[in-house]
């Protein structure tokens, strides 16, 4: 267990005691009010020192779950609350740390909750032990046979709704491990008369309902069964059905439960058909039949049944018929065969029933065992669950109380061996001094009871087998001279004469004074009982049943093996199964389980103390504790010890560094606890008397209410600090933000003020040095200047004389000469063409040179124009002239005058020197002709026009008929003052001549040419050669005076649209004008 585990102790929070080996004082009474207060709390366990006491609660608690489970596992028995699961806990692990077998003996009276401790018991054991397919299975198995036999063993009682009707001892077998490996089962005197006749207000066993309410119908027809429980006589019908007890779902449960176990189909079917076979025979009935001797002889009233019930077993109808009414007895070879009588028969009968059913349960067990039974066959461990009937004391008790009782002797017996032994061993191996312990032994009442010589069940076996007629009576006389000496055996007529006045002894009863109480037993059936006969003809005609389950069960019928001898009788043979398990129980650890029933109700909450005190007495509960008390009330290990206690001494608390044993000396010699309440063993230590326990219990509690004080303070101190702890440290980590937070902000605020000023100063500084830089620069640059202009002084003063002074000019003027060059070289390589018409020029590389380069631009271009013009000839240069002359007249004043820029001015049109025609013309003419050509001749008179060969010369002009070439008129040039032309693109001009003259007689000529502009141009050119001329006039305008004859008229060029096409036309208005209409541009 790990150090870190609270100890806990059985007797923390404990309501009443839950040892009754510390009630104090001991008596009846306290024992019965411990358990009442007990009880009244749910506490429905108590211990007498191993031995735990279980009251029935009627109810379910909440204390058998799989977490009580976990909490009692592997915890010492006195460490938790009395638990069935302690006891459980401790067998099971002592079974498997100490090598040690276990039985668990539970007794109790019926109801008392004997049979669902059991079931406790091996449902902790199988939660606690290994687990594992294989191991699952086992369990399983192991648990699910007690289903089987709850069914065809258990029974309604008045006490008990499911009472169980046999006694049951189960081996569960385990390895070295703990897993458990399989088991054995043994019952015990099942309640056969049951399956035939039931008390007032209970049941047949279980199966019978079962089977009738939950089988199919298919079954029930292969069966031959009614569902309707009023048609079987050996069914009781008062109480057929249970409240809360479903015996439909019984039924299933239980068929699920064979098949986990390993019934075989066909198994199940054939125990159904005995089942079956039980109810056929209950409702066969017989009839008397008067016989020629005077006596009535049986036969059977309706063979309905027994034919059902023949063919469900194949035997032959008339066998079984004549079973019923004849018995042959067998005597030293000789058959003797005499009939029924209706009573007999009716024996006869139930006798068959009875054994049929308890046979059939007991082969149940074997085949149980068979399933079950562990598989290897190594060494095992064995625990033993031992669950039965306990003592009972009715009004009338008979053969099975004296049976049952019987049992319970043996069993207080081994009880007392057993637990003496084991607390003698005890204080053996602890060193303890052993002191003589007192107490009842119950040998003697056994002795009574089992001596082969005189023992009671000696006589009825002697009165059995005795020849001669036996009654029960002669069985009670036998007792009566018997055992009349006996201590413990009480009757009224025995020899000892000491009871003749006893009337609550009736004559035909004994008395046996049990260990646990005296029992009034009437002896009738005692013998029958103890017999228990069965004719030997039924048994054969149930071996020659054709079901091998029904031979199985009645070896005894076969004829090949008949035996001449009695079975063994009852009562023998209960003898020798306890005797078996007496032996058996004595090889193995007992741990005790006392059921008790606290009402007769059956129902929860309610104590009885009459029938708790009846309990308590006839459990010997009282003797248990006493015995327990004998030597030591009380015994604890010196390490749960001292830490329990540790706190009532200085030295001791909190840490005892020494052995534990010291430890507790310290501590018990420190409370002044008087020597010899007490004992020191090797690990453990006694304590006599419970008081001294419940002085250091007392003491403790004190203890444990100052020190939880003590904690409860240092707790709260602890709380409250810690508590304060976080407050504060919360208070700082909040104070510590929110500083931050202010001081960030506080500091944020001063940062952008601070920037601000110094902003403002850095500001203020900057201008301030500015300024100072900006003076000083200027300083430095006055300074530089004045430096500047004082060092040229001085330099030029002082190199003056090493320089010629004007040795910056020509430094400029090589540098502008280099500039030149340059740009000289660079337009050199950039010349445009030699054309006059390009216009193209490069452009000016720098600015001072524009006027350079505009003026080399003209120079350049006069240049190339005189270059051009030096290619002319003299007659090309003549004529270029005309041209230039003509330009200079008539540029921009004479319309015509763009149209006679593209002619050239050749002069002679005519060839007047070549066309013979003109010959005559030719030779009047002594001077070069200058021009030749046809043109219009304007009449004076009317304005219409002729055409005449005009013709110049240096010196004249001369207008011929250009037919004949005759000369009409030769004006000297000399005489022609001016020419008068319009600015528009005719070709009209007038001719002015001088007045006086002789040409003049006529008047100026109006003449009109295309080629006006040549014509008139050389007409100028002539006066210009000519020095003695004045220079001829050129009149350009629109309107002008001509001179005809005598009449001065004015010449007025109009625009208009001319009649005659493109040219112009004149018209001789009146005498004062003449109108020349010249056509629109
Ligand atoms: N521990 C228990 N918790 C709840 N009910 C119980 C307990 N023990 C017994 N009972 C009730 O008492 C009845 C009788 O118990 P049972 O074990 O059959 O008695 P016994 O075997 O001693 O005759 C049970 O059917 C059940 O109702
Ligand atoms: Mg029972």
Known sequence: MSKMEVKTSLLDNMIGVGDMVLLEPLSEESFIDNLRKRFDHNEIYTYIGS????????????????DKVEEYRNRNFYELSPHIYALADEAYRSLRDQDKDQCILITGESGAGKTEASKLVMSYVAAVCGKGHEVN?????????????????NAKTVRNDNSSRFGKYMDIEFDFKGDPLGGVISNYLLEKSRVVKQPRGERNFHIFYQLLSGASEDTLRKLKLDRDFSKYNYLSLDSATVNGLDDAAGFRTVRNAMQIVGFMEDEMQSVLELVAAVLKLGNIEFKPESRVNGFDESRVKDKNDLKEMCELLGIEQSVLERAFSFRTVEAKLEKVSTTLNVAQAYYARDALAKNLYSRLFSWLVQRINESIKAQTKSRKKVMGVLDIYGFEIFEDNSFEQFIINYCNEKLQQIFIELTLREEQEEYIREGIEWTNIEYFNNAIICDLIENNQNGILAMLDEECLRPGTVTDETFLDKLNTVCAEHQHFESRLSKNSKFLTDHSLPHNCFRIQHYAGKVLYRVEGFVDKNNDLLYRDLSQAMYKANHSLMKMLFPEGNPDKVNLKRPPTAGFQFRASVSTLMKNLQ????????????????????????????????????ENVRVRRAGYAFRQAYEPCLERYKMLCKQTWPHWRGPTRKGVEVLLTDLQVPAEEFSYGR???????????????????????????????????WKCRTHFLLLKKSQVVVAAWYRRYAQQKKYQNIKRSTIIVQSFIRGWKARKILRELKYQKRCEEAVTTIAAYWHGTQVRREYRKFFRANAGKKIYDFTVQRIMQKYFLGLKNTMPSMSPTDKNWPARPYQFLDGTHQALRRIFHLWRCKKYRSQFTEEKKAIYEEKLEASQMFKDKKALYPSSVGQPFKGDYLEIKK?????????????????????????????KSTPRIFLLTKSHFVLADHKTGQVK??????????????????GFFALKLKEGSTSAAKGDFLLSSERLIEIITKLYRTGSATADREQLNIDITDEFLVQFKQDKVCVKFIQGSPKNGNSATCKRKNNRLVEVSVPSP
């Open 915 to 943: 066309n013979p025609k003109y010959q005559k013309l030719n030779s009047a003419v002594e001077e070069k002709i200058l021009l030749a050509d046809v043109i219009n001749k304007i009449n004076r008179a009317n304005g």
């Open 683 to 717: 690990s453990k230590i006694f304590i006599r008397n419970p008081r001294t326990l419940f002085f250091l219990e007392e003491k403790r509690r004190h203890c444990l209410e100052d020190l939880a004080t003590l904690i409860q303070k240092i707790y709260r101190g």
């Open 969 to 986: 008129v030769s004006v000297p040039l000399s005489d022609v003052t001016s020419v008068s032309v319009s600015t528009q693109s005719d």
């Open 137 to 153: 299975k086992v369990k399983e198995q192991l648990l699910q046979s007690n289903p089987v036999l709850e069914a065809f063993g």
């Open 587 to 622: 090889t193995k650890n007992p741990n005790y389980i006392r059921c008790i029933k606290p009402n007769e109700k059956k129902a929860p909450h309610i104590f009885t103390d009459s029938l708790v005190c009846h309990q308590v007495r006839y459990l010997g509960l009282m």
């Open 51 to 66: 031995v735990v006491i279980s009251l029935n609660p009627y109810k379910s608690l909440p204390i058998f779950t799989a």
